[in-house]
Each structure stands twice: as C-alpha cells, then as structure tokens.
C-alpha cells in the first residue's frame, strides 16, 4: 500500500520540477525576445535620424545652387576702386584718405540696390558678363575745418557686357562739408563727396540697363 503512494508522490514531485525548470528555460527567451526588440527600436531610430539628415542635406543644395545663379547675373565693380593715375592726387589724399576707394564702391552698390540694380563687388573684375570699371580720377583738395572745405572729385564709368563697351560717363561733385562741415577732416568730406558720387554713377548706370 506505502509503494504506490510513494510512486506517485515522486512522481507529482517530478512533474513539479519539470514545470520549474520550464519556467526558467521560458524567461531567457522573453529577455532575448524583449533585447531584439529594443535593438530594433535603436536600429530604427538611427536609420530614421540618418535619412532625415540626408533629406536635410539634399534640400540646401540646391539653395546655395540658386543663390550662385543669382550672384552669376550681377553687375560686378570693384571692391576698392583705385586711381586712375595717383601721381595726379595729392600726396596727403592718397596717404591719408586711403579707404576713398572702398567708399566709392559701397556707395555705389547701396544707391545701385536702391534703383533695383544687382550689383556686387570683387576683388577682380571677370573678362565676361556685366562689368563696370571705376576709377577715380582727380581728388582736389584744399581749405580745412577752421578756414572751410574745398574738396572735388571727379570719376569715371565704363559699362562693359561681355568686354564690350556700351557706356561710358564721367561725373564730378563739389563739396565744402555740407552740414557742421567746420567738424569735419578733410577725408570726412572727400568720403561725402564720392558718397554722392555714388549715386551719380548709380542712376546713370540704371538708364543704361533699362
């Protein structure tokens, strides 16, 4: 009678510790199951950011593509303007008021961008497309804050496309300081006069551009 208990006592204590035993081979298999998906997540995660930085870099090219267009079509001056003959210009002019040049270029693109004009400057000037050709001609200048200005300039402008010359002018303005001109150096008026040079040269260019 004690035997076949016994059997079956060792056997429900068999069946027990193969179920244990299952359990425990069962979570390896959810942590491994869980890991490839966080691995997944992660894989995902990473193609996603690579994509969308490619997407990123493929829509600014063409953006810095259209703004080369752009600047290709532009009216091209000098970013400094220089003499035409400097033995011509006083000593103290040349030595002194030695940023004139750049003065007369930036004014000329400032009145030049107001009259719808696209223009820009270089340090050279290209063999073709749409140039203009600056240079200062004479600076005459004389008197000071205390006795009164009495400064001039005189510039010219050659309009080429393609090397060819279609225009050509040449402009000259007198100033004495205009307002609190007795405040004033001499490099202060000068850098007035080509300022309103600039917007001579400027609207003459926008007549030949029309």
């Known amino acids: ?5 016994l059997c079956i006592l060792l056997g429900l204590l068999a069946t027990g510790c193969g ?16 890991q490839e998906a966080s691995d997944k997540a992660v894989v995902a995660t990473t193609t996603a950011g690579a994509t969308k930085l490619s997407q990123s ?7 810095k593509a259209n703004a ?3 600047h290709a079509g532009d009216i091209v001056i000098l970013f400094d303007v220089p003499f035409a003959n ?6 103290n002019v040349v030595e ?3 940023d004139i040049g750049k003065q007369f270029s930036a004014s000329v693109i400032k009145y ?12 050279t000037l290209p063999e073709s497309g749409k140039v203009v050709q600056l240079s200062i001609d004479n600076v005459y200048s004389a008197g000071n804050a205390f006795i009164g200005h009495r400064k001039s300039a005189t510039v010219s402008a050659r309009y080429l496309v393609d090397g060819k010359e279609v225009a050509h002018t040449e402009k ?5 300081g205009g307002f609190f001109g007795g405040f004033k150096g001499s490099c202060s008026v000068l850098a007035h006069t080509v300022n309103t040079l600039g917007s001579d040269v400027a609207k003459w260019l926008k007549q030949q551009t029309q």
């Open 112 to 123: 030049a961008h107001s009259n719808n004009l696209k223009i820009s400057s270089a340090a």
């Open 19 to 34: 179920s244990t035993g299952s359990s425990q081979s069962s979570a390896p298999t959810r942590q491994e199951t869980n």
């Open 172 to 176: 000259t303005r007198n100033s004495g």
């Open 57 to 63: 870099q493929m829509s600014t090219k063409p953006v």
């Open 68 to 70: 080369a267009a752009a």
């Open 86 to 91: 400097e033995s011509h210009i006083a000593d």
């Open 96 to 98: 002194e008021c030695s």
């Open 1 to 5: 009678m004690m035997k076949p208990a």
